[in-house]
């Protein structure tokens, strides 16, 4: 056990194996799925975009807890801007880099989303904070990366 009291995966994608983690732990692990879900509730939110990787955005292990274990409404966007946020994230964003050309083509993709219906857009990779902030659009961002690491820390201090 080596003292931890809890797990975190901190990265979205690598959820996928979450199930088979927690099944072979004795402490919990802090699902990041979780951590987004309830910042969203707390805010009133019932119908949200998912930005993040294409397997993030495609397979039902992220968008399906969220629905199932909290009864969110998950949005993704259509087929080639999921296409342009995967291209992002893995041609620019993991490698440091942050282009305007890129920015705003999430910016269209977030308004997309929002005239869809959703009411919040999560911040589905870690990667993407580095490209969007809250300051550029008004409609509510969620980025996992600070809710999962704000809730791990208040998880820690309580016990």
Do not use: W
């Amino acid at each position: 056990r080596a003292g931890a009291d809890f797990l975190l995966i901190c990265t979205n994608t690598m959820h996928i194996c979450a199930p088979r983690i927690e099944a072979a732990l004795s402490i919990p692990l802090l699902h990041i799925a979780d951590a987004t879900a309830e910042a969203l509730l707390e805010r009133g939110i019932g119908k949200v975009g998912l930005l993040g990787t294409a397997f993030t955005m495609e397979e039902a292990f992220y968008k399906g807890r969220l629905k199932d274990k909290h009864g969110l409404e998950v949005l993704v966007p259509e087929r080639g801007d999921r296409a342009f946020v995967n291209g992002v994230i893995f041609d620019e964003l993991c490698c440091g880099v942050a282009c305007g050309p890129s920015k705003e083509g999430y910016l269209r993709i977030i308004e997309d989303l929002a005239a869809r219906g959703a009411e919040g857009i999560i911040l589905g990779c870690t990667e993407i904070g580095m490209l969007i902030s809250q300051e550029d659009t008004d409609v509510p961002l969620f980025d996992t990366t600070e809710l999962h690491a704000k809730k791990a820390v208040a998880l820690a201090l309580s016990e």
